[in-house]
């Protein structure tokens, strides 16, 4: 398997067991407090959540701080276009499963996105050895 690919079944887990959670206490959030409310509140404990597992569990790097900094900017970034697309959403629409999943849609492409470049190909991060089967070596 390529590495790009096994990257990408990786964020698919780490990044799907996040995307879950935070879909689902967003969708129930949303029914309680208004749907910008709900995605800032989830959005900052997936943002600690995927800053830190990105790096390790998806891309098996030891990204240097300034990595993981570029990468927390990334997904602010990624915030700011997720809660253009809530609102979009909202303003067409009342149906919550609409905007969460719309919302989703449009994010989580981002997310990899953004890891691939800041820190699997960055050069601020070490790079994973194929032979070392999980670990982590510094080039």
């Known amino acids: 398997m390529s590495r790009t690919r096994a990257q990408l079944l990786r964020f698919l887990v780490v ?3 996040n995307t879950a959670v935070t879909t689902v206490l967003f969708y129930g959030l949303a029914l309680v ?28 790097v030891r990204a240097r701080t300034s990595a993981l900094a570029l990468l ?14 809530v609102s979009g959403l909202d303003s067409i629409s009342d ?22 470049l800041l820190v699997a190909r960055g050069p601020d991060s070490s790079l994973e050895d194929p032979g070392a089967h999980g670990r982590i070596m510094r080039v």
């Open 15 to 17: 990044g799907g067991v």
């Open 33 to 60: 407090v208004p749907p910008r409310a709900a995605f800032t509140i989830v959005y900052i404990g997936g943002l600690a959540f995927v800053t830190l597992a990105t790096p390790r569990y998806v891309f098996r």
């Open 72 to 85: 927390a900017v990334w997904y602010v970034g990624i915030y700011l276009v997720g809660l253009a697309v």
């Open 95 to 116: 149906s919550h499963a609409v905007i969460v999943l719309g919302t989703v849609l449009v994010t989580a492409p981002l997310g990899f996105a953004g890891g691939l």
